[in-house]
């Protein structure tokens, strides 16, 4: 990491470490995404082979993958989303509770891919607001590694986390200790 | 299979003389029959397929085709049907497969299936206007309202055509290089020649 959020030498402060409370709560958040996996296409399988023992997601605290959106952190929209089915993706999206991050997982879902006909949205990001891309068709289970850590990266970068905006209104998180 | 039985009962019926397997014209009106008498007679136990087809140029535009196999003499047997009126008699009474071939038909090409128990689309949403595989339909689509209201709403989204040339396999500038692959212009139909 390139940027030090923690001061701590051991020297000085003894069994205290000093930081920003954004930088905490940023850390914890990026090293515990619980994905919600959205899979709706031959993506899928490679999100599969990425939760699997060769490739390993739980290296990154992303092995918890929850089929509830109540309990999920980062919608990983893998496949093909088609006007049918976009409706349930935003009613997923909608459901999840804040902070939340979404993550368009292939070429089908980042633009509707080769899929350009009537049925198919062209690109999830019309309903649902994308943090990351991932191309490929399928893109390996490397490139969804790789596109998590930058998910990682952008979640440990975010400015003022405990206070976000959410449908036009501000939610403050309190930290009570 | 006993072909003499079947045109000699069914006088409407025509040997089409498939080289595949044999294939029958059947009238709308003796389709249960003649589907229950090579069923209940012939062994014709197992519905393979049913699709629904566009015949352009022809007096009854649209058509149902049958495919029947019989598990013990292992042979097929292809029926078709006009839809005359867009309306072919559903055989999901006979053979309960049929059931989602002929929401299928029905989704992509209008054709409605007389007494069929649950007569919805099934790949289209429910409110869709269109029949998507009818030849003047553009593969591109036409615009219609989000199927959800409230998404719609909340996200400013419409079903929206999405044509082949603007796309992202179609190359804008002509080729770039010979060895780019690009998509085929489909600006171009059989009934609009390419330039």
């Known amino acids: 990491m390139v940027k030090s959020d923690f001061g ?3 020297k000085v402060e003894g069994e205290v470490i000093v930081t920003r409370a954004d930088a905490v709560v940023n850390w914890v958040r990026s090293n515990s995404v619980w994905p919600m996996p ?7 399988i490679e999100l599969m082979a990425a939760g ?3 490739f390993d997601i739980s290296r990154f605290g992303m092995e918890v993958m929850r089929f509830s959106p109540r309990q999920a952190d980062c919608m990983i929209v893998a496949g093909t989303v088609t006007y049918k089915m976009a409706e349930v993706v935003r009613r997923i999206y909608d459901q999840m509770a804040e902070p939340k991050w979404v993550v368009a997982m292939g070429a089908c879902a980042s633009t509707g891919g080769m899929y350009r006909s009537y049925a ?4 999830v990001d019309n309903i649902v607001p994308v943090d990351i891309y991932i191309s490929g068709c399928p893109p390996r289970p490397e490139a969804l590694l790789d596109g998590m850590m930058l998910l990682q990266e952008k979640i440990r970068n975010e400015g003022g986390s405990l206070r976000r905006t959410f449908r036009g209104r501000t939610v403050e998180t309190k930290i009570v200790s | 299979m006993d072909a003499a039985a079947l045109t000699s009962r069914f006088p409407a019926t025509q040997d089409l003389a ?3 397997m044999p294939t029958y014209r059947v009238a709308g009106s003796d389709l249960l029959a003649v589907v229950s008498a090579l069923r209940d007679e012939q062994g014709f136990d197992l519905l393979a397929d049913l699709c629904g087809l566009e015949l352009q140029g022809r007096p009854v535009r649209f058509g ?3 495919h029947l196999l019989s598990t ?4 097929y047997v292809r029926l078709h049907v006009d839809a005359v009126n867009d309306r072919v008699p559903s055989v999901s009474s006979l053979h309960p497969g049929a059931n989602w071939h002929e929401r299928e038909a029905f989704d992509m090409f209008g054709i409605v299936f007389e007494g069929h128990p649950d007569p919805r689309r099934i790949l289209m949403w429910d409110s869709y206007p269109y029949h998507p595989l009818r030849k003047d339909f553009p593969l591109a689509g036409i615009e219609v309202p989000f199927p959800a209201a409230d998404v719609a709403e909340v996200t400013g989204q419409k079903v929206e055509p999405a044509p082949m040339m603007g796309g992202p396999f179609v190359s804008h500038g002509g080729k770039l290089s010979e060895g780019e692959p690009s998509a085929l212009d489909q600006s171009w139909t059989e009934e609009k020649p390419k330039a």
């Open chain 2, 72 to 75: 013990t003499h292992k042979e």
């Open chain 2, 64 to 66: 149902v085709v049958i």
């Open chain 1, 38 to 44: 959205m899979g709706l296409a031959c993506c899928a």
């Open chain 2, 18 to 20: 498939g080289k595949d």
């Open chain 1, 52 to 54: 699997g023992s060769r």
């Open chain 1, 8 to 10: 701590y030498n051991s």
């Open chain 1, 120 to 123: 198919t949205l062209q690109g």
